[in-house]
């Protein structure tokens, strides 16, 4: 069964920072894609990042860019999404999710929430102004 488990939320200043980690369990992570995806009060959930373990592959979105870092260590079975430079609008509950789409379908569509097929708790993160 696969299980995903995220922590490192909390409240932070704008301009500070934060390390979310997603440890993931039930299947073999030598081969997987998993993504941050948030959602804001009031709002839809969107794709934040994505990494690709079957060719190494990062995305982000562009509110995201230059300022949010994804990277995993696959000996500890988990991915990290390094935020700096954080803004009020970061506000959200943060998921990781694993998703099974190969990698050209996913060049297109890791910023699709329906791509993801597992998802974890989620990890509360507060931006204050």
């Known amino acids: 069964e696969v299980q995903l488990v995220e922590s490192g939320g909390g409240l932070v200043q704008a301009g500070g920072s934060l390390r979310l980690s997603c440890a993931a369990s039930?299947?073999?992570?030598?081969?997987?894609?998993i993504g941050w995806v948030r959602q804001a009060p009031g709002k839809e959930r969107e794709g934040v990042s994505c990494?690709?373990?079957?060719?190494?592959?990062?995305y982000y979105a562009d509110s995201v860019k230059g300022r949010f870092t994804i990277s995993s260590d696959n000996a500890k079975n988990t991915v990290y999404l390094q935020m700096n430079s954080l803004k009020p609008e970061d506000t959200a509950v943060y998921y990781c999710?694993?998703?099974?789409?190969?990698?050209?379908?996913?060049?297109?569509?890791?910023?699709?929430?329906?791509?993801?097929?597992?998802w974890g708790q989620g990890t509360q993160v507060t931006v204050s102004s």
């Open positions: 039930g299947f073999t992570f030598d081969d997987y894609a």
């Open positions: 990494f690709s373990s079957r060719d190494g592959t990062t």
């Open positions: 999710a694993d998703s099974r789409a190969d990698p050209i379908r996913l060049l297109r569509l890791w910023g699709n929430v329906d791509e993801y097929d597992y």
